[in-house]
């Protein structure tokens, strides 16, 4: 007793080696912290103040202004993209982006895992060639698809051609090959038929996986700029993330730019994959890990 | 409940390997029978094509007065035990248990009666709520039992369902299930590797061997009279010896006596011998040099050579001997002979 009690008095010498690894943390943290700080700082001063002054110290008093106008004044002619508009174009592109590859991906691999296919080996390397072929390198012709179905300025134009891709299939593909071949057969005993056994029993055992999923293809379909960039062309359509650089766009004419309204929407725009990440993270870390089967 | 009947089943995997050769056997209504066999030899095989998890290559297989060849695995009447318990993860006990009733469209409140009725006779009522996750190993096998007893099914199946187990709980498991088989009188076709459990808990053992059957009898007539080396020497611990000898005019000699007389021609042969029928005493005529005293509390095995062959002997714990030469003889009425070449008893 007296022992453990003297052992915790004595005071660990002090080993430079660890100040050195705080001081590396320490300097990173600022890294990352202090452009975010810069751009709070200018969502609390008027724009004028920060084109004469740049970056302060003060903190000012026009948070709510700011916050008002990025929210609900319109950037544009039409007055649709109001900065409320804009998140919930960004709210829907996320979510369906998201969900549909989630739904799309699981049932390619319960297909390709479960179903005895004559060529299943190779739609699955087919499938998985599309990772070669991100929507980037394809975007002329995907444009052009889009067009011709009349999908410009649609939801589904913004969300559908982002979702043809491999990576959810591949997640699940191996997620499932690890689920025990018994619990299968006790399922077929148990007399549940495939669709039975699909939302009975994979899809609640791929709970962490799906939440995993989630968070990365949330954010992923958020910070999308390039594609909605090319099929909305209304301003009721825009995203969070382009419509910010439209409000910038000030800057290259003679107006004061609008500082305050864009930094508020990036703020905004970082806030929903902040939430997600925090409110699934254990779930996130569960899916990539661990092996509830 | 319901009487099975395997009419020369084959199964040929779609790699071209014959996993199991045309078996045929029956099984009486109630009867517990258990495929006992060394690893690979096509038990699970032979299980899984009687549940129906697989397809029967040739043959015909009937359930009760069923050809169920082409049935459905749900569609059997069957219930299937599995090695690593199998048992849903996300749900809770009751669920587990109820789900295979669920799927029969049978109402809520029937499901809840049954669960309770099977908990109750399997001491699970109080881990109702529990995930599988939540159980230790024996409570998850009686999960696991109480999935299939629940079903009311003709023919339970297991396949090796008490080797994830310690040796302790295996036991008393054993004892368990076949206490509630008994008491269901439920057909039942039990999969294992271990001989203990065949022997105990079989009405009939059948011993495979490389995808064929080669002895099917009482537990009682696969120890005392094997059909083959391979069984002799497969059941039983320690195994059955095997001693190489020679017959000439209907004796067969070991180590320069006769230890029994045999109807067979002259030549080589194997003389079985199980080691609690060797008799150890100074008026005995065989010659012996134990190498090895092993102690098991109830009785001891001594070790030794005999001709250049192993030779393990059981002796009560009242018969004291050390490692030297001691005399013993053999029991001529429990001596099994079997063909040098075949292998087979004569
Ligand atoms: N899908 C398959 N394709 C080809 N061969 C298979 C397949 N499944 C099993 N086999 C082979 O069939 C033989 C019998 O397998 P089986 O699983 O029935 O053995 P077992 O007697 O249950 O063994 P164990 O005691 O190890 O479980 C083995 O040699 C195995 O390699
Ligand atoms: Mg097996």
Not at chain 1, 115 to 126: D, E, K, M, V
Not at chain 1, 150 to 179: D, E, K, W
Request: include cysteine; glycine fraction near 8%; proline fraction near 5%.
């Amino acid at each position: 007793m007296t022992d453990t009690t003297q052992l915790a008095i004595v005071k660990r010498p002090l080993r430079w080696g660890r100040v050195l690894d705080h001081l590396v943390l320490i300097l990173g943290a600022l890294f990352m912290l202090i452009p975010l700080l810069m751009v709070l700082q200018t969502t609390t001063t008027t724009d004028l103040e920060t084109i004469k002054n740049g970056p302060e110290l003060v903190i000012g008093d026009q948070f709510d202004d700011n916050f008002m106008s990025a929210m609900f004044q319109a950037s544009g002619f039409s007055g649709e993209n109001t900065g409320i508009q804009m998140l919930i174009n960004s709210l829907i592109l996320g979510i369906g982006f998201a969900l549909g590859k989630i739904a799309i991906g699981m049932m390619a691999a319960y297909a390709l895992v479960y179903f005895r296919l004559r060529f299943a080996t190779f739609a699955f390397w087919l499938i998985f060639t599309t990772l070669l072929l991100p929507l980037e390198v394809r975007i002329l012709p995907s444009y052009e698809i889009a067009q011709k179905l009349g999908l410009l300025n649609t939801y589904t134009g913004l969300i559908v051609p982002l979702i043809a891709s491999a990576t959810a299939t591949f997640f699940f593909r191996q997620f499932f090959r690890s689920v025990p071949e018994e619990l299968v057969e006790a399922a077929r005993i148990d007399g549940a038929g495939p669709v039975k056994f699909f939302i009975d029993i994979l899809v609640p055992l791929s709970q962490t996986m799906i939440a995993a999923m989630f968070i990365i293809m949330f954010v992923f379909g958020w910070n999308q700029y390039l594609w909605p960039t090319m099929v909305t062309t209304e301003e009721g359509m825009y995203t969070l993330v382009r419509g910010i650089k439209q409000l910038t766009q000030d800057l290259e004419g003679t107006n004061i730019p609008k500082y305050g309204r864009a930094n508020m929407l990036a703020l905004i725009a970082i806030l929903p994959p902040v939430l997600v990440v925090i409110f699934f993270q254990s779930w996130f870390v569960k899916g990539l890990t661990e092996s509830d089967k | 409940m319901a009487q099975v009947s395997l009419q020369n089943i084959r199964k040929v995997y779609p790699n071209g390997y014959e996993a199991v050769v045309p078996t045929s056997f029956d099984i009486k209504d109630g009867e517990f029978v258990v495929l006992v066999g060394p690893s690979g030899c096509g038990k699970s095989t032979l299980l899984r094509m009687v549940a129906g998890l697989e397809d029967i290559s040739e043959g015909v297989l009937s359930i009760g007065d069923r050809n169920v060849n082409h049935v459905d695995p749900a569609d059997r009447d069957i219930a299937m035990v599995f090695q690593n318990y199998a048992l849903y993860p996300h749900m809770t006990v009751r669920k587990n248990i109820g789900y295979g009733l669920k799927n029969r469209k049978i109402a809520a409140s029937e499901i809840e009666a049954k669960v309770q009725v099977a908990a109750k006779m399997l001491n699970l009522t109080d881990f109702l709520e529990r995930k599988p996750s939540q159980l230790s190993g024996g409570q998850r096998q009686r999960v696991a039992m109480g999935r299939a007893v629940v079903r009311d099914p003709a023919l339970f199946l297991f396949d090796e369902p008490l080797s994830n187990l310690d040796a302790k709980l295996r036991h008393q498991m054993r004892i368990e299930i076949k206490a509630l088989q008994r008491r269901l009188g439920v057909t039942s076709i039990y999969v294992t590797h271990d001989q203990v459990e065949a022997m105990t808990m079989a009405d009939r053992i059948i011993v495979l061997n490389a995808g064929r059957i080669e002895q099917i009898g009482t537990p009682a007539e696969i120890y005392h009279r094997p059909a083959s080396t391979f069984v002799a020497s497969f059941m039983g611990a320690p195994p059955m010896n095997l001693l190489k000898a020679d017959c000439s005019e209907k004796r067969v000699i070991l180590k320069g006596n006769v230890a029994v007389t045999a109807n067979a021609a002259d030549g080589p042969i194997v003389l079985g011998i199980r080691p609690e029928d060797i008799e150890v005493g100074e008026a005995c005529d065989i010659p012996f040099t134990v190498d090895i005293v092993e102690e098991l509390g109830a009785h001891r095995l001594l070790h030794g050579q005999l001709d250049g062959q192993d030779l393990t002997i059981h002796v009560g714990k009242d018969v004291a001997v050390s490692a030297g030469p001691i005399r013993i003889s053999i029991n001529p009425d429990a001596v099994v002979l079997f063909d040098a070449e075949t292998g087979l008893a004569l």
